[in-house]
DNA sequence: AGTATGATGGACT
DNA sequence: GTCCATCATACTA
């Protein structure tokens, strides 16, 4: 008999940073009509407020893309980028404040299954250690792994639509974590260079 | 209504 | 390190 708690609004109505760092070790669970499947999150980064030249919702810009990152704490806002990848973001903080923690590895946990067809169309057992390692590596291969689609965008975490959720668990693991500059955003200039990015230290990893 | 580009990932040198 | 697939979105006009 598992134990385990849902992370409530209550969780995402702080400011991203934190939210960001807190994600780490804590479980995100698709659910949808093929199965469920989680994973451990081990890697996040945070894009918050007006200021923020990386962030889609720079000097208050709003688009009919970015327009749920000004929502309620706990709303889902997916996007494509490059033309294939989704990516995945939960809305923080206050309503009209426009923040997001974007989620971009995450370590398999259940439902190997649906996670190894879904990236590779092959059986876990038939994976190679590369891809089995690349699972849910990467904000693109997460979301592909996950199940994770735009028809998800505005929704609300923890919450059934149809046949589909997406869901966050609450964990006692609090691993030590890493802060760095987030990836791809060398546009941003000075805010390029902010540590807002999180991840576990896993004695891996080369920071 | 035309154009540039991206909160990526995989292949390749 | 370099190249590029692929297309919705944002921007220019």
């Not at 000004?70 to 294939?84: C, D, N, S, W």
Request: charge should be neutral; proline fraction near 3%.
């Amino acid at each position: 008999m598992t134990e385990f708690k849902l992370l409530g609004k209550d969780f995402f109505e702080r400011d991203a940073l934190s939210v960001a760092r807190d994600l780490l070790g804590k479980v995100i669970e698709v659910t949808d009509g093929t199965g469920c499947c989680s994973a451990v999150i081990t890697e996040t980064e945070s894009y918050s407020g007006f200021e923020d030249k990386a962030s889609h919702a720079f000097g208050g810009k709003v688009t009919d893309r970015n327009r749920v990152m000004y929502g309620e704490a706990g709303i889902i806002y997916v996007y494509l980028v490059y033309g294939m990848h989704v990516l995945l973001n939960i809305v923080t903080g206050d309503v009209g404040f426009p923040a997001a923690v974007l989620i971009r590895s995450a370590l398999p946990k259940e439902g190997m299954d649906l996670m190894a067809e879904r990236r590779f169309k092959k059986r876990p057992d038939q994976l190679t250690v590369k891809e089995l390692a690349s699972l849910a590596k990467g904000p693109g291969n997460l979301t592909k792994a996950l199940g994770i689609t735009m028809e998800d965008y505005g929704r609300q975490i923890n919450k059934i639509y149809g046949q589909k959720s997406i869901a966050f668990i609450d964990s006692a693991y609090t691993p030590e974590y890493l802060s760095s500059k987030r990836i791809g955003v060398d546009y941003a200039k000075e805010w390029a260079q902010v540590p807002w990015r999180f991840s576990i230290r896993d004695g891996f990893s080369k920071f």
